[in-house]
């Protein structure tokens, strides 16, 4: 797939529409190719090495670093575009990508560490409390086994989340560690699974390394802070302002939202040419599936616009200088996690109008909702604990979710 023919200043930086346009071109070399991941276990270092042609990991790093330090939707979009061609690939770039605008929550030595000599390097992560964190003089000691890695075999370093045991009564801190690739081991096949299998979401062990201080940033801060100078320590976008459970819940979403949109053109690529078999009618003209396919693709339509809505609400709260209030964060948590909610009904609608072709193996169709399901599973997408939450916060209860 050669990029280069989209626009002629692929090397430069490209506007954010050309950007999107890269995305929409992968898309039927993606889709060739997204069963054979799920397969291997893993995405391609080829599909990688498509995704950095087409500068999608730039999108959100900062430009000082050689990023294009674009909108957080420029990027909710292209991986929109990308895992309606392959979902794997979409989550691997949204694991990777997200971490670029991360990167700007810390101090700046550590973006001089990570691509001072290489601006390409790529970083995984493991968010959940799987191993122990110590406080240390000048830092922090880790051990343990951190799961979910996805996309760690193209990661040279780690984000890695820890509690940290603060004063009787306090919270308990949340802390997000950086760690480099010589400081942890990737464990083998660890991800067996129904759906996302490409992702090649592995372990990553630790044995007492040391993380010095200025290599953590702090997600209990980031939330009490309500984002009023996270990010704009050290840099001057907006963009950098977004509290990071809007940043990663809206990347999610997209994904997920993403999957679905393949998804519907898969089932109207299908339907267009199927036929019923007694009488050889064409099934496009049945209303029934006509209207079928109408609400699915209001639900995919609505998911994205309520992404769209997240973003823009967001930052107009930040390019105005003003915090993003506490119940407006709850509301688009919520909202993410109701988009990929939107996505998967969808899904369900079209799988079951699909018939029996659309349970068969070899059918897309089957593939596409296994993923879609698969995604819905991620923590930010736990609807039940953040719409409840968002409905309390309208209701006038106090915001009982760390929404940072």
């Known amino acids: 797939m050669n ?16 950007v999107i346009q890269r995305a929409t071109a992968l898309v039927p070399w993606l889709r060739e190719r997204a069963v054979s991941l799920e397969l291997a276990g893993q995405v391609s270092a080829e599909n990688i090495q498509q995704l950095r042609e087409a500068g ?6 900062p430009r000082a670093f050689g990023g294009y330090e674009m909108s957080p939707l420029t990027f909710y979009r292209v991986l929109q575009e990308v895992a309606s061609g392959c979902p794997s690939t979409a989550w691997v770039l949204m694991v990777l990508g997200v971490h670029n605008w991360e990167m700007a929550l ?15 390097v790529l970083i995984s992560s493991s968010y959940g409390q799987w191993g122990q964190c110590e406080a240390v003089e000048g830092g922090y000691r880790l051990n343990g086994t951190w799961r979910f890695s996805s996309g760690c075999d193209h990661g040279q370093w780690a984000f890695l989340g820890g509690l940290i045991g603060r004063g009787e009564g306090e919270m308990p801190d949340h802390r997000v560690f950086l760690v480099p690739r010589s400081d942890y081991q990737i464990a083998g096949e660890s991800w067996k699974v129904f759906g996302l299998q490409g992702t090649g979401s592995k372990s990553l062990v630790l044995k007492d390394v040391f993380v010095p201080a200025y290599r953590t940033h702090s997600l209990v801060e980031h939330f009490f802070q309500q984002g009023s100078d996270v990010g704009l320590r050290h840099y001057d976008s907006p963009y950098y302002r977004v509290p990071f459970g809007v940043a990663f819940g809206s990347a999610v979403a997209s994904v997920v939202v993403g999957m679905a949109k393949g998804m519907l053109d898969v089932y109207c690529a299908q339907m267009q040419v199927r036929r019923v078999n007694e ?18 693709d209001t639900k995919v339509r609505s998911a994205r616009n309520l992404i769209r809505d997240v973003v823009e609400g967001g930052v107009e709260y930040l390019a105005a200088g003003q915090p993003i209030p506490m119940e407006k964060r709850a509301q688009y948590v919520a909202d993410a996690a109701s988009a990929a909610e939107f996505a998967s009904e969808a899904s369900v609608l079209l799988l079951r109008g699909s018939g029996g072709k659309g349970i068969m193996l070899d059918n897309l169709l089957q593939f596409y909702f296994r993923s879609i399901q698969a995604g819905c599973n991620h923590i930010c997408m736990d609807l039940d604990k953040l719409g409840v939450n968002a409905g309390g916060t309208l209701l006038g209860q106090p915001n009982q979710v760390i929404v940072s």
């Not at 999608?56 to 790093?61: E, G, P, T, V």
């Not at 810390?106 to 390409?120: H, Y």
């Not at 009488?279 to 699915?296: D, K």
């Open 3 to 18: 990029l280069r023919d989209l626009d002629a200043g692929i090397g430069a930086v490209p506007t954010e529409q050309q």
């Open 106 to 120: 810390l101090d700046p030595r550590c973006a001089e560490e990570v691509w001072g000599s290489d601006p390409e």
């Open 56 to 61: 999608f990991f730039k999108i959100l790093q």
């Open 279 to 296: 009488t050889q009618a064409a099934i496009s003209e049945n209303p029934m599936v006509q209207r079928r396919v109408n609400l699915a």
